[in-house]
């Protein structure tokens, strides 16, 4: 039994600290401005295919391919905060819900028509890691690797930077930090871009370690809301944990049980969660 | 009654009535296979809007509940051979009690956290069914030949269906101009407007807000069952499919939230639009996109939606259109 349940635990660790970042875009951006952006798993997929494009047509290494994929997600987050959010961020919850989802709807269509639905893979490997008794991909290692550098450079740049505090002041409360001179527009249109920018980071890092389509996104958003509820809504530390306990979860249950009841046990924790302890397993009481 | 004096309730009974009957001139079916899928929407659309219109709970998996209508329906008339107007209200009957379970527990979740949760439980109950061996696993289950028989044929159980749905869509909008009319409506508006505030003024939030769930989840229960058994087949995928959800969201916003004619001209217009759509040789491919553009547009610049913004344009209209 030990022997079967080592290697998923570290799989499912590995995979954990990948979901962590998936689901850290959609954390931050509704930290910060109490918005769900529903079209994070497109953003997703887009960051897929962009380190997918860059490796097959270019011959881009997926790794550096991450870079150019970051400032992308950057730009269409910038972008995407003037076009579809600015308007409807102090209207009603569903305005913002059904923007977003408007901009999932237009991703989605587009990226079908462009891309079909067919499954892609990015045809990259880093050969096998052994770690004692436990063998595994390098391109696993390395996505959870590359994770936790990004991560680690978001806290370093919240906590740091003067921009990163300008982020957190107005994410605190948007008037004061208005009348101390910070340009709330901008600072959120930035951190939307960073939100935005963290999914398709995550995208391309999946892309290295499994098949995807252009749909594959929507799975990931899934999985995205079962994390940031774990984790604590708006927490993007909070979302590593959260990420880790999904990870772990579908690494230990499939030894016990049908892989089909994991979907069963994520979402009814979900609800669970939701319904006792909505400031996430980690939040403070608010 | 004097209720049915009011052009508020009329108006939009004639309407849905008025298309009802047209396919039935003729015999024709593929105008009837139209018919169906608009009056459905109005149906559901109308469902959704006690509960995101005139309660403002944005209910983002109001899906769940046609699903499990119509799988324990497709269940009674394929397993256990019952009637289909016998599977009908088990299925609405099933609905409602799930909303009556979950209803006071995730009713206390505010703004996104309910959207949220919403989202779990039809996320939960598909990822369930799934692993249902009885309700046919991950393959769904089909309806035997056979079984249209006792109908009297293939033909007259698809209208039988059809006329059933006609019904149950006369009657949703009904329900909805009355309890939009009633003290318990405007208990509802009241939690729309400000909960806490409504609650002082005696408004019992957690027994009106559970009662609108219920009923917003009583009419897509019974309309699952028609549906899958006018399609003789049902999955997982297609029974508790979040995009069909959204889809629903944006007839209420698009027609006008919070308003009984809106979601009828909503659900209408979105799947002639959709119609248009996908048999222009220009758009075919691309409704999605132009889908989410009008979405867009109409969250931004006219977020009342048509019947919201036309009374407020045109105050003599506010009689007529409810």
């Known amino acids: 039994m030990l022997d079967m349940l080592l290697p998923s635990i570290v799989d499912g660790l590995l995979i954990g600290v990948v979901y962590g970042l998936v689901a850290m875009g959609l954390t931050l951006i509704f930290g910060i401005m109490n918005v769900i952006n529903l079209a994070h798993g497109p953003i997703i997929a887009l960051g897929m295919f962009g380190v997918y494009l860059l490796f097959t047509n270019t011959g881009v290494n997926p790794y550096l391919g991450l870079l150019i994929v970051a400032g992308g997600g950057l730009i269409f987050g910038v972008i995407m905060y003037f076009v579809a959010v600015h308007r409807v961020l102090n209207a009603p919850h569903l305005a913002s819900l059904l923007s977003t989802f408007a901009v999932n709807m237009i991703i989605i269509g587009a990226g079908t028509v462009v891309f079909s639905t067919n499954f892609r893979n990015v045809d990259f490997s880093l050969g096998a890691v052994t770690f004692g008794p436990v063998t595994t991909t390098g391109a696993r290692v390395a996505a959870a690797v590359v994770a936790l550098l990004v991560t680690a450079a978001l806290y370093l740049f919240l906590r740091r930077t003067r921009l990163g505090k300008n982020i957190r002041a107005v994410a605190n409360n948007r008037k004061s930090a208005e009348l101390m001179g910070i340009p709330s527009s901008r600072v959120l249109a930035i951190s939307f871009g960073i939100g935005a920018m963290l999914a398709a980071v995550s995208g391309g890092l999946l892309a290295t370690i499994q098949p995807f389509t252009i749909l594959s996104g929507g799975v990931y958003e899934l999985k995205s809301f079962v994390i940031v509820v774990l984790g604590g809504l708006g927490n993007p530390v909070g979302a590593l944990a959260g990420g880790l306990i999904l990870g772990l979860i579908e690494g230990i249950v499939p030894v016990f049980m049908k892989t089909t009841w994991v979907p069963v046990l994520e979402f009814a924790l979900f609800v669970l969660i939701l319904l006792v302890r909505p400031q996430g397993l980690f939040g403070a009481r608010q | ?322």
Not at chain 2, 174 to 185: D, I
Request: no cysteine; glycine share 10%.
């Open chain 2, 1 to 322: 009654m004097s209720a049915w004096r009011q052009p508020g309730l009329w108006l939009p009974l004639l309407l849905v009535a008025a298309a009802a009957i047209w396919p039935a001139f003729g015999n024709n079916a593929s105008l009837r296979e139209t018919i169906f899928t608009m009056l459905m929407s109005v149906a559901l659309a109308s469902s959704l809007n006690i509960l995101l219109g005139y309660t403002g709970y944005v209910n983002f998996g109001s899906i769940v509940f046609f699903g499990l209508g119509g799988y324990l329906g497709f269940y009674t008339v394929s397993a256990l051979g019952w009637h289909l107007l016998l599977a009908v209200p088990i299925g609405g009957v099933a609905a409602a009690t799930l909303a009556l379970l979950l209803g006071s527990a995730v009713l206390r979740l505010r703004g996104a956290y309910f959207a949220l949760a919403t989202i779990g439980i039809n996320e939960a109950m598909k990822a369930l069914v799934i692993n249902l061996d009885f309700l046919g696993g991950p393959t769904g289950m089909n309806l035997n030949f056979s079984i249209y028989q006792e109908y009297g044929g293939p033909a007259q159980a698809l209208w039988l269906t059809y006329w059933a749905l006609a019904v149950i869509t006369l009657l949703v909008i009904v329900v909805s101009y009355l309890v939009k009319k009633s003290k318990f409506g405007l208990g509802l508006m009241a939690i729309r407007e400000d909960e806490d505030a409504a609650e002082v003024m005696g408004v019992v939030a957690p027994r009106a807000k559970t009662t609108a769930y219920v009923i917003s989840a009583f009419f897509p229960g019974l309309i699952g069952v028609l549906f899958f058994f006018k399609n003789g087949i049902i999955e997982p995928e297609s029974a508790f499919r979040l995009h069909l959800s959204v889809e629903l969201l944006v007839m209420v916003m698009l027609g006008g939230a919070g308003t009984v004619l809106g979601p009828v001209l909503g659900a209408a217009f979105y799947q002639r639009l959709r119609g248009l759509l996908l048999t222009s040789e220009l758009f075919k491919n691309t409704q999605l996109v132009v889908a989410g553009v009008l979405l867009l547009l109409i969250v931004l610049f006219i977020p009342a939606g048509a019947v919201g913004w036309l009374r407020h344009r045109f105050a003599p209209l506010r009689r007529l259109l409810e």
